[in-house]
Structure formats: structure tokens, C-alpha cells
């Protein structure tokens, strides 16, 4: 499927927003004839279990939310949308963990140990509630923004493959998201994951980390939200929206 920023703009990024939305308890403002069926909840004890610092501390600040799932029942679509932290700079600098083997499937190769350790503690949830949320549809839209983009490019192979009803190859549309995982993990998520786009701000750190021999699974999509060279504008769907904008008016 070709990229289509309108889409991405109006539909796919505010899917992302509400990931957000939902952590404080509001309810979100999902596109037009989407509708939630489950919050994506962290499991405690996980979270609990996990060393100090981690990059999940700064996910479950006040809440176990990650984000919410549902579905489009005009166009068949499920979806699944994963937040990041609302601070980058409270889990920017804890890379400090070494590659480990993707867990959910034998032989997909190498990712970031942090992140899985992250998706490890809202797998279940994801699992538990994926068959509600694609009851009646053909399509699994997966998004995220910044660890969002993380948890979402870890849980597609493993919707796909590990997760029933396991007849439909998710689609990606990230936006801002690190390098999740070694090349032998970006060969195989390509091969099984034919729709991914990655959308990148000009001058956002986050998809430059963590450093080579981490890559970016997927396609790029860079966007130039202009405005102020910071880590904190540059970085938020605020400028993703403005960057998709000023794409869109290239294109006309």
C-alpha cells in the first residue's frame, strides 16, 4: 500500500495522539468512524521486575496505560496504538542495554533489549484483546510515536505471526521512532512485514538512536516541520503535523 500523508496526517497520527490521551483517564478524540475496545495496559509485576534505570520508568510514570486498540468498521480496519513517554529526555540516554533475540518468534533475529523488555510488559494485553478489536476486519493498522514507534514495529511480526486470528499481515505508520533492532531483525521484519513507513522530522535526535549496529526497519518518510531547533518541538506530533502538512501542500 502507497504512503498517503493525508492519512497519515488525518487518520494515523491522531490514533497516535490518543495513545496519549488515554493515560490520563480522558477520552480521546479518535478520526472519524474509529471507536476503542481496549486500553493496552502494562502488567505491574513486569514493570515491578524490571532494573533500575530502565526506559520503561519513565512509560509508567502515574499509569500501566500504553495505549488503546480498535477498530474502523466502515473500512474493515483494526488498529493498535502505543504512546511513548511524555518526556524524551527521561529515557533518551538509558540505552545501555546489549542486543537479545526477538523473543515472540525463534530465529527473527536481534532488537533492543530495553524495548523488548517494554513490549514483554504489554504483550498480554495486546494478546488478550486483539481478537475483539479485529472481529469483522480484513486490515491491522499498528502506529506509535517515539517508544510507541519501538513497541509497534516489536509487536507487528508477533500480531502477525504469534497472535490469533493470524491471517492478516499488519500495515505500519510510525512516527519519530528509534532503531529497534539489529540488521538480522531488520531483514526479517521486511520480508514479513511488507507495509511500514517510518515518517521523520528534519533535525528529531530519536530516530538516530540507539547508534549503529542498530538500523530502522521499513521506509523512511522525512518531513520538515520547520518552527524552533529543539529536541522537545521537533520531536512532538505537534510537528509531525506540521511536517505532514507541508508535505501535503508540496504534493498539490
Not at 523488548?116 to 488478550?128: E, F, L, P
Request: aromatic share 8%; charged share 15%; hydrophobic share 45%.
Amino acid at each position: 500500500m502507497a504512503f498517503r500523508a493525508s492519512d497519515a496526517r488525518d487518520v494515523v497520527l491522531p490514533l497516535a495522539q490518543a495513545a496519549y490521551t488515554v493515560m490520563t483517564g480522558a477520552t480521546p478524540t479518535l478520526p472519524s468512524g474509529f471507536s476503542s475496545t481496549a486500553l493496552i495496559e502494562a502488567d505491574p509485576a513486569h514493570l515491578a521486575a524490571l532494573p533500575d534505570p530502565h526506559p520503561a520508568a519513565a512509560m509508567a510514570k502515574n499509569t500501566h496505560i500504553f495505549g488503546l486498540m480498535g477498530q474502523d468498521t466502515a473500512s474493515r480496519t483494526a488498529f493498535i496504538a502505543f504512546r511513548g513517554s511524555s518526556d524524551v529526555s527521561d529515557w533518551i540516554a538509558d540505552f545501555d542495554f546489549v542486543p537479545t533475540q526477538y523473543s515472540p518468534i525463534s530465529g527473527f533475529g536481534q532488537v533492543h533489549a530495553g524495548f523488548q523488555d517494554i513490549y514483554d510488559c504489554v504483550r498480554d494485553s495486546v494478546a488478550t484483546n486483539l481478537p475483539a478489536a479485529v472481529r469483522g476486519c480484513d486490515q491491522i493498522l499498528i502506529t506509535g510515536h517515539s517508544l510507541g514507534a519501538a513497541l509497534a514495529v516489536l509487536a507487528a511480526p508477533d500480531i502477525a505471526r504469534g497472535m490469533p486470528p493470524n491471517t492478516i499481515e499488519p500495515r505500519l505508520t510510525t512516527f519519530g521512532g528509534p532503531r529497534v533492532g539489529l540488521p538480522d531483525f531488520a531483514t526479517a521484519f521486511d520480508a514479513a512485514i511488507e507495509c511500514c513507513y517510518r515518517v521523520v522530522n528534519f533535525l528529531d535526535i530519536v530516530p538516530l538512536v540507539p547508534p549503529s549496529p542498530y538500523v530502522h526497519v521499513g521506509a523512511a518518510i522525512e518531513v520538515d516541520s520547520g518552527g524552533a531547533v529543539d529536541v522537545g518541538w521537533r520531536h512532538s506530533l505537534a510537528a509531525y503535523h506540521a511536517g505532514l502538512s507541508a508535505l501535503i501542500a508540496s504534493q498539490t
